[in-house]
């Protein structure tokens, strides 16, 4: 297994733990999840951080609860989908972005859409700059899907697939 983490910093020699920017609300006993954490993600759902740090992004992908139904509605050929805004899909195409390759030794598994943390610094086995990132959800079985708007999408919380959204708070009306 793989854990990275992505920045628009191309020269992070080491991670250092800090807390969130903005908590979350989190269930009893979890609140430390905001206290000084380095974060990484699984390379099976990197496709999560393709975009500009605050590009507001759905995502979807089966799980073993997704019902043949969900599936084949949300997915249909593709294992996840990427929902992005059209106004954003500029951005999107002339960002870079780092993928820094982390060790694995010192994350814990969070069993929750693939992020892990670490309580200790991180220095990374190494970085790769991504370019053209509209090109990099295919090759991922992720299909790249540009919305008018987010909004639609609510409902997909209510099926039986992951769905996460990311940076939802700069999307045109959410509230």
């Known amino acids: 297994m793989r854990l990275f983490h992505f920045s628009d910093d191309p020269a992070i020699a080491s991670f250092m733990p800090r807390s969130v920017m903005v ?3 989190r269930a009893p006993g979890m609140g430390w999840l905001n206290a000084p954490l380095v974060w990484a993600i699984e390379e099976r759902v ?3 951080y393709l975009f500009p740090r605050d590009c507001p992004r759905v995502l979807i992908w089966a799980t073993e609860q997704t019902n043949d139904a969900d599936r084949t509605e949300w997915l ?3 294992r996840a989908a990427a929902y ?3 106004e954003r899909l500029p951005d999107l195409a002339n960002a870079t972005i780092h993928r820094y390759d982390l060790p694995t030794d010192s994350f814990e598994n969070l069993h929750d859409a693939g992020m892990w943390v670490s309580r200790v610094a991180v220095k990374p086995l190494g970085c790769d700059t ?3 990132l509209p090109s990099a959800f295919a090759p991922r079985g992720v299909d790249l899907r540009v919305v008018d708007s987010l909004l639609p999408l609510k409902p997909l ?3 039986t697939l992951h769905t996460s959204g990311i940076r939802l708070r700069n999307a045109k009306g959410w509230a």
Request: a negative charge; proline letters at 6%.
């Open 23 to 25: 908590p979350s609300q």
């Open 46 to 48: 990197d496709f999560i």
């Open 76 to 78: 249909g050929r593709y």
């Open 84 to 86: 992005v805004e059209r």
């Open 130 to 132: 991504l370019l053209n």
């Open 157 to 159: 919380w209510e099926t």
